[in-house]
């Protein structure tokens, strides 16, 4: 059971683990046995503001330290998070469902994203721009923005935190963090490992408990000067709303509803690999998974014959036995919107091809299941299904593809499997979506910004982009 090694069942405010006010807190189980594995303090109100003074008082001494220990924090972070990976990984598929294979990749990929940053932050530069007097120097320079409060979601519990930590840190700005209340104990894991490694008290403050509370203080004190939030594009709005009050900056980082385009052209096999990782990374519950599959009359039959043939093979099971692919979903609640999906489309007129009930392994559990057919009449063109549900549309011409594409109010990811350079380089300039994926259905990375347009977000993680958003930029006229 070494997923325990940094399981922690308390607050981390200025330093100390501490229990909610009250004393009061709230189970968390697995989802995929529904066993009850531990609990954390149900905070709320008066934790966050105690969160956020500590932060505040952290402030001055953290972003004016040399930069070179700053760097060297982050370098014994990221080297903790690779040294223990394993118990890491474990208590992620405990808490998350996912399989250790899944989980170990987001613990790394979090341990890259924090070494970005601490590379990136030194060649954070400002500029001299020519001024138009002779005796005037026109100086611009970057500042860490101060306290910054971080809301993270259950699906990525681990790295979606690691991608607002490392731009934080690196540049000097100090944290108040809530993770979801599904899983926070990746979260509180990362507290842990600040504290190993030596961050001064203060830095990073991380608490469970009441989102609403919570997030409510986070948005109402003026001291939080930035608000960095993944999850559902309603709550998204909430916030982005709560902020003008106190014109905080904002970065989300909200839901969305890729197409996944394959034309006749397309390598085929790539094509099946990348719509399987695409789809059914995490059960289907990434906000750039494949939410459309459309593909092009001319390969559509031979196209969902080889997807079926692959999907089918899935190991679905407990994420922590060997070789399960696919764990379960993380609550009944998803389960039945998958439900709910499918068989609005079915009254529509889908056909079912592949899976289309609950798994055999638990009542959590949903077989991986694909329907042809699919329409943009159907709720899931335009809802985002975050469950193993994979519906295939049949289209004849790229422009009909493209409209198809574009037509939702989200703009997160897309995809493409193409090998013509001109259509490229026309998905590249029509398609409404922040990412793009050709001939690749897994493309997230460190050295890339991500992030959406339209109403899947603001603001970019990951690339020199995600460290901007951490940074406020400064004039300063000299004259002499
Ligand atoms: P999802 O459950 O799909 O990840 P949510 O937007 O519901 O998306 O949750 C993402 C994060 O936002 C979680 O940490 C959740 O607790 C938090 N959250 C939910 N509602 C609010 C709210 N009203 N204010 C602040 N945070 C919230």
Same mark, same amino acid.
């Given at each position: 059971?070494?997923?325990?090694? #940094? ?5 981390l405010i200025n330093g ?31 934790? %966050?503001?105690?969160a956020i003074a500590a932060a505040a008082a952290a402030f001055p001494s953290y972003s004016t330290k040399p930069l070179l220990e700053r760097v060297g924090l982050l370098w014994k972070l ?36 924090i070494?970005?940053f601490a590379?990136?932050i030194?060649?954070n530069?400002?500029? *001299? ?14 500042h860490p923005v101060g306290v910054v409060g971080m809301? %993270? ?11 607002k930590l490392g731009p934080a840190l690196a540049a000097g700005c100090t944290v108040v963090a ?12 990362w507290g842990?490992?600040c504290e190993?490694v030596g961050f001064p008290k203060g830095v990073v403050n991380i ?16 001291v939080v000067r930035k ?7 309603? +709550?998204?709005?909430?916030? *982005? &709303? ?44 990434? @906000? +750039? @998974? ?16 080889? #997807? ?71 709720? /899931? ?21 493209? &409209? ?8 997160? @990811?897309?995809?493409?499997? %193409? ?51 951490y940074l406020d %930029? ?5 004259? /002499?």
């Amino acid at each position: 059971m070494t997923y325990t090694k #940094f399981m922690k069942q308390e607050n981390l405010i200025n330093g100390e683990w501490v229990h909610a006010d009250n004393g009061k807190s709230f189970n968390v189980s697995n989802p995929a046995t529904g066993e009850i594995i531990g609990s954390v303090p149900a905070s709320g109100y008066d934790e %966050t503001q105690k969160a956020i003074a500590a932060a505040a008082a952290a402030f001055p001494s953290y972003s004016t330290k040399p930069l070179l220990e700053r760097v060297g924090l982050l370098w014994k972070l990221h080297d903790a998070l690779m040294d223990n990976q394993k118990s890491l990984a474990e208590l992620l598929t405990v808490e998350q469902g996912k399989s250790i294979t899944e989980a170990t990749g987001e613990i790394i990929i979090g341990a890259a994203y924090i070494r970005w940053f601490a590379e990136e932050i030194r060649r954070n530069k400002g500029e *001299i721009v020519p001024a138009s007097a002779p005796d005037r120097r026109i100086l611009v320079t970057k500042h860490p923005v101060g306290v910054v409060g971080m809301i %993270t979601p259950w699906n990525f519990p681990s790295s979606m935190l690691a991608r607002k930590l490392g731009p934080a840190l690196a540049a000097g700005c100090t944290v108040v963090a809530k993770p979801a209340s599904a899983t926070p104990y990746s979260g509180l894991a990362w507290g842990a490992l600040c504290e190993e490694v030596g961050f001064p008290k203060g830095v990073v403050n991380i608490l469970t408990g009441s989102a609403r509370e919570i997030g409510n203080a986070i948005m109402s004190n003026p001291v939080v000067r930035k608000v960095t939030f993944t999850g559902s594009t309603e +709550v998204g709005k909430e916030l *982005i &709303k709560k902020s003008a009050d106190t014109v905080k900056k904002v970065s989300m980082e909200l839901g969305g509803n890729a197409p996944f385009i394959v034309f006749n052209d397309a390598d085929i096999d790539k094509a099946v690999d990348g719509a399987m990782v695409s789809k059914f990374r995490n059960s289907g519950q990434t @906000c +750039v @998974c494949a939410n459309r599959i459309y593909v092009q009359s001319g390969v559509y039959e031979k196209f969902v014959t080889k #997807f079926k043939d692959a999907t089918a093979k899935m190991k679905v099971g407990d994420g922590r036995e060997a070789g399960v692919e696919q764990g379960p979903l993380i609550d009944m609640s998803a389960v039945e919107k998958v439900e709910e999906l499918l068989s609005d489309a079915v009254g529509k007129g889908a056909k079912v091809v592949l899976g289309g009930k609950r798994h055999e392994k638990g009542e959590t559990f949903f077989e991986p299941t694909i329907v042809t057919d699919a329409t943009q009449s159907m709720r /899931f063109s335009k809802e985002e299904i975050f469950g193993p549900l994979a519906p295939v549309f049949k289209f004849e011409t790229e422009d009909e593809a493209i &409209k198809m594409a574009n037509d939702t109010d989200f703009g997160l @990811c897309s995809y493409a499997y %193409t090998r013509d350079v001109g259509r490229i380089m026309r998905l590249n300039s029509k398609l409404e979506y922040g990412m793009i994926g050709i001939n690749s259905g897994l493309i997230t990375t460190v050295e890339a910004p991500f992030g959406g347009v339209k109403e899947s977000g603001l603001g970019k993680e990951g690339g020199s982009q995600g460290l901007e958003d951490y940074l406020d %930029t400064k004039y300063t006229a000299l004259d /002499f």
